[in-house]
Structures are given as structure tokens and as C-alpha cells.
């Protein structure tokens, strides 16, 4: 689709000038997510992702109308995937959006071509419904296997945050509990408390000699993003405006895998969330591995007096530890991709898993 003649696509070049202009229409369009207007998330998004040469960043474009007038946005996060085993440069899209009745104009269109024309494989994680609908028109390829696990702790928060009415939550709360106090006995009996040779601890820092584990433990995805220690310490260390915790699960002093969990609160929808962002473990170890990393982590946020705590199942397997867990509300999380020179329904036929999502691979966990 051309471009409509009324507007323009620039790339952001950044001077505190720009940034000012910048951060004031991500107030406005952001108005009831003031976080993607802190200057360290933009700080963090814009120029310190280590995939990303400096001639490249940062990764912004943006359209104005004829008058000048900003009236569309798109950033691009770049990521390593690993597809069929070999390496691609990935640009996520992220904070793709128009003003507010212009849409259907075609100028979303012209931010999805322009990711198209990156030198890589252009996708999106944590799409809504309608942003999907206009990929798939220029014949990106959906996927939903990957589903929104959720455990609900206040159902009135939640409920209210979901903008369900009050009556409902009412109706609902009284089940919910019940749900809850019978997975706390079943976690008891059939999550253990600890696993023979298995120990954890808090890091601070990933250690590149961990890399070829993570990797190893994912082979059975034939998409997922390349967990290496510059990547991850960058995703879950080198945010300012947000603090991650990690544990780090060894047997005999070899790692089999992590977990990072975190909470977050939204002023002004009146939640406190808790986030199960990222893990990656050693499915040969034990079945019930998972299961209990899971536990260990949604422990912690317990604590915290979370409302409610969410993480993706990207397979039958994760799905069923964080079910055992009380993870028993679900929804399709939906991730679009544009195929190059592999094919999805190729995949399929060759491997158990199509693709490995968690909260930190998409865009879900950009926002607050």
C-alpha cells in the first residue's frame, strides 16, 4: 500500500528537543500508562539494547501529517532468534499505533512495511486482535499456541481491572477462593517443597557460560529468542525504572535453569500485578521442575500482596505447571510473524513446540 499522500515517514534522531516532543505525545497517547513516558524506560528501550549498532539507533519512526503534526508511531526492539536452528536478526514491533480517528486510513500499513524492509525476520508478540488483522493483510503469519496463564488472588481488583462489573465479581469472588484454597492443599501434596540435587539462588548477573545451556534446553522450539548473557543481563538488569528478581536453579553446580519474576502496579486501574517474566529450564531433569520453580516464584510474589500473577505457557507442558500451580484462567496469547525462507506450516511437521514465549519476549512486559 503506498503512502497516503498526507503524511511522511521520518526516523526519530534524537536531541533533548526531540525527547521532549517525544515523551509529551507518549503522555498523551500513553495517558493511562504514564510509565512509557519514564525517561529510563525510553533510555533503556532506545539505546541500550546490545544487539543494536549505534548507526541503527535508535529504532523510531514516526509519521506526520503535512501541517507537521505527529499522527503515528512505531519502535522496533531488536532480539536474536533462533529459527529451525539458525540465527536471524528479529525487530519486534512494538508501540505500533495511529492517532486516534485515523484508523483505517492505511497508515498503520505504512509502519508494518517499513519493518518489513528491515534486514531480519519483522514480528510481533502480545498483539491486539485488530493490530493482528492488519498484519495478516500483508500475509504475516499468526500463531496461537502460546496462552495467558493467570492465578487470581483479589478477584475485585482483577475484576475491576478487567472492567467487569461489580456484581460479577460479587457472584465470582467466593468461587475464586474456594479455587485457591484447594490448589494451596494440592500444591502441598503433589508440588514438592525442594527436589533432591536441585539448589536456587538470587543472581544479579547472567554469565556467558551459561548461553549454550539455555539454548540447548529450548531445541525443541523451532522459534525462539536467543537467550545469551548480554541479551538477558540487558532485559532484566540494566532497567532503572524497573527491578526484576532472578533465581538461578543448579544441579551439581550446572544450571538448569532460571526464573524472573517481578511486581508491578497500575495507579490508576487500582492493581497490583505479579509477573512471572521469564524462564527457561532443563525439561530431562525432572517433570515436576517446572512445577517448581513456578511455586518458588509465585511464593515470593505472594508475599509482595499481589492481586493477581500472570506468566505464558508456550506448550502443553508449561501450561500444565502453571495449572498445577492455580494458573487456571487462560487466554490466547497471539504472536504474528513475516516468513522469509522458512515456512511455519513446514515447522510444524518437524518439531514438538513452534514457538517459546515468555512475558520478557514480548511486548506485554514493556509497559508497566
Known sequence: MPNPPEVTLEKYIDSPENRIILLDYYTQVYSKIPKMANENRFEWQTFLNPLEENEERPLIWLLRSCSGKLCGHNSLLKFELRIDNRKYSGYCSTNLLVNPGTEGKGLGHVLIENNEKMDGVAFAVGITEMAS????KRGWVLINDSSQQSL???????FGFLNKSKML????SPFIILINAAFRVYKKIFIPRSISDISFSQINEF???WDNYWREYLKDYAIHFDRNSSFLNYKYFKREDIKHTVYLFENQNRPIGYIVFRKS?????????GRIVDFVYDPTISKK???YMIKIASDELRKLQVDCIVGIASSPATKTAFWQNGFIFSRIQPAIIRETDFKIKDLRQRYSHIWYISLGDSDLDNYW
Open 207 to 209: 554469565l556467558p557460560d
Open 169 to 172: 465479581a460479587y457472584i465470582a
Open 265 to 273: 502496579v497500575n495507579v490508576d486501574k487500582k492493581i497490583v500485578l
Open 152 to 158: 487470581v488472588l483479589n478477584p475485585m481488583a482483577v
Open 289 to 291: 521442575l517446572l512445577s
Open 133 to 136: 488483522r492488519a498484519f495478516q
